[in-house]
């Protein structure tokens, strides 16, 4: 199909249409007016620190942006940072339309919700706080009772934007825009909605098996890690080899650390859904295990012989966050220290370890930093949360199983992520081939991709970007 002569892609035809059809559908729908009619006696304080929380996590996708973005070659610093940011955008209108039904509407089967329930976000409002008999809340239950489930709603919406920009970073330098938003749809249905509903939803299925995530160890850091590492295997390795590549800006690595460690207050500390004590909580140990990690990390560089860098510092306060989120509420602050400390240590080790690299290209280390940090985290938890559980509930189960549970948990999230997000990838390459082509890579995913360029990337002064020596002397032969 060509427009004043130039071709149109019926692939962004069809976003096109179907956001139409939204909009109208949004416009004859009137099933939820004056849902946001609430007395003056409600915990303002609630809403006001969960207002702030939802802007906190919202901040962290353009900051894992600029983390990512940094990381890079120069040449790609655009594509990957545009890969996070546009989540924002296809992820909330999902989540308005249906998402936030499949992951929190009425159980089914214990594994995913109804997402008939909040079509178009229909009777999200603040009914479940002014009217919490209400048939079709009532299996959300304690869940929301201290906010508003509109509030809960944008809350949880902010996770389930940041989830996949995660995952981008595995596969980084080499995948089609097109092709990537095409397989982040696909994921945020098929894989991150029901892992929310079987682990937050009151009935899902983890739930009934007494494991819990305080704010995402498994649903956003395991899940997003293990679909990276099924990424980095299906699209194999950049070409050509990239060992040598040196990062665009290491200062954006910086400033994408220093927004995620802000915006984790946020994430962790909303998670309690009140302006409580575990609020506070989990405010000052996320504090502790971000700058736990950071000190643990470049330290052990240094053991290792590796001079102290911006890189290392950045990385290991971003390890630690990933570290306390499954427990950041229910641990002390001594346990989220030696939680952060022992986490960090494996994932430098995890990061360092050649024969990952050899096999194959991670290429920004997601699985090494957020899925083995997730998954150690939410091991941890299943040990130190034990006590807070046993405290609230008389008839709570024993420790061991407690503690079993939550590794059993964890291997039908590795299996089941692993082999659908890899079913995915293989699904979506047959719609829109994933790999760019060896030119497109060659030149850089930004002109290739998007037509744009980071800095004038022609000439950008880097080291890479340098004329070597040989080429040097080969010009001055020919001329």
Request: charged share 10%; glycine share 10%.
């Amino acid at each position: 199909m060509t427009v004043k002569g130039r071709k149109i892609s019926y692939g962004w035809l069809s976003v096109f249409v179907l956001l139409l059809v939204i909009g109208i559908v949004g416009v004859v729908d009137t099933s939820g007016a004056g849902s946001f009619n609430m007395p003056n006696n409600h915990l303002f304080a609630n809403v006001a620190w969960m207002i702030t929380a939802t802007i906190f996590v919202l901040m962290m996708t353009p900051g894992l942006s600029f983390f990512y973005g940094g990381m890079v070659r120069v040449k790609n610093v655009i594509s990957t940072m545009l890969q996070s940011f546009i989540v924002m955008g296809f992820v909330s209108v999902i989540w308005v339309v249906f998402g936030f039904g499949l992951a929190f509407g009425n159980d089914i089967g214990h594994v995913i919700g109804n997402p008939c329930d909040f079509f178009m976000f229909n009777n999200v409002g603040v009914s479940n706080v002014t009217e919490p008999d209400s048939p079709l809340l009532s299996q959300i239950g304690m869940a929301t009772t201290t906010i508003p489930l509109a509030l809960f709603a944008l809350f949880q919406m902010k996770f389930a934007i940041i989830t996949p920009s995660l995952i981008t970073g595995s596969f980084a330098e080499r995948v089609h825009f097109s092709g990537y938003l095409l397989f982040m749809v696909l994921w945020i249905v098929v894989v991150y909605c029901p892992l929310a509903h079987c682990t937050w939803h009151p009935d899902g299925l983890f739930a009934m098996m007494h494991v819990h995530d305080f704010a995402g160890g498994i649903v956003v850091h395991a899940a997003s890690g293990i679909a990276a590492l099924a990424g980095a295997i299906f699209l194999g390795r950049r070409t050509p080899s990239q060992d040598a590549a040196k990062p665009a800006n290491v200062p954006f690595v910086l400033l994408g650390a220093a927004l995620l460690w802000l915006g984790w207050f946020g994430f962790n500390g909303g998670s309690s859904l009140a302006a409580d004590g575990i609020a506070i909580s989990a405010f000052l140990n996320t504090n502790t295990a971000a700058a736990t990690a950071m000190v643990t990390w470049v330290a052990f560089d240094a053991l290792r012989g590796r001079k102290p860098s911006a890189m290392g510092a950045a990385i290991g306060a971003v390890v630690g966050l990933v570290a306390i989120t499954p427990c950041a509420g229910w641990v002390t602050v001594g346990q989220s220290v030696f939680i952060s400390l022992l986490i960090t240590i494996c994932c430098n080790l995890a990061v360092s370890w050649k024969g990952y690299s050899h096999m194959l290209d991670d290429a920004l280390d997601v699985f090494p930093t957020h899925g083995l940090g997730g998954i150690l985290g939410t091991v941890l938890t299943g040990y130190f949360a034990y006590d807070f559980f046993a405290s609230q509930e008389p008839d709570m189960i024993s420790r061991m199983e407690f503690f079993w549970n939550h590794i059993i948990v964890l291997i039908m999230v590795f299996v089941y992520t692993f082999a659908v997000s890899y079913l995915l990838y293989w699904i979506t390459n047959k719609v829109i081939p994933l790999r760019v082509s060896r030119h497109s890579e060659e030149v850089g995913l930004d002109i290739s991709q998007h037509g744009e360029e980071y800095g004038a990337e022609g000439g950008t002064g880097l080291v890479e970007d340098a004329i070597s020596d040989n080429d040097w002397m080969r010009s001055v032969e020919e001329s």
